[in-house]
């Protein structure tokens, strides 16, 4: 790490979330898709927006920062197939309207654990890297709160630019455990 983690490092990282969360999503909430496709659309490019939001923060701060991106993107792909495609999860059996928040709670704490383990995947050299698995769960799924505020609101951009700060603001302060504690050596061959 060249650069410090501290709370500025917080707040870039919470700020870079809510711009990555809410820029992309923004072209796919228009009337010629349905809502499922809306709901698909709207996720896949709010990953891909904080995957390049948190590898723009972690850049200079932690040295295998150019994997972050690729394991991001794959983790966040896989999360959403499972989600949508996967019958015996329940997401699409409720999409005439929009899905129950408990509903919510448990699909996107699949999707972030499985964000989580490819990510930590470059986080576990350090002390602390098990934290992460438990705050990306924790963050995705507690971010559908502030999804559901901006639909109860009737604004797109509200309820992603919300989701985006509450999952930046908890994984922000897991990057920084994470990033300070000190790194595991490996044991020496006798």
């Known amino acids: 790490m060249s650069k410090k ?13 809510v711009i990555g969360s809410a820029l992309l999503p923004l072209l796919v909430w228009q009337d010629p898709y349905d809502l499922r496709s809306r709901i698909f659309l709207n996720e896949i490019l709010q990953g891909i927006g904080i995957a390049f939001a948190q590898s723009i923060v972690l850049r200079d701060r932690f040295t295998k920062e150019g994997w972050w991106l690729p394991l991001t993107l794959i983790g966040w792909t896989i999360g959403m197939t499972l989600i949508f495609f996967v019958p015996s999860l329940s997401i699409h059996n409720h999409l005439a309207n929009f899905p129950p928040i408990t509903i919510l709670l448990s699909d996107f704490a699949i999707i972030g654990a499985i964000v989580g383990i490819c990510q930590w995947q470059l986080l576990k050299p350090f002390r602390s890297g098990g934290l992460w698995l438990l705050a990306s769960t924790i963050a995705l799924s507690v971010s559908v709160v ?26 922000g302060l897991a990057a920084i455990k ?5 790194k595991i050596l490996p044991k020496a061959r006798k």
């Open 5 to 17: 983690v501290g709370w500025s490092f917080w707040w870039l990282w919470t700020i870079a979330h």
């Open 146 to 171: 502030g999804l559901q505020l901006g639909y109860m609101a009737k604004s797109a951009v509200l309820a992603t630019a919300l989701q985006g700060a509450i999952y930046g603001a908890i994984t």
């Open 178 to 182: 994470v990033l300070r504690s000190p």
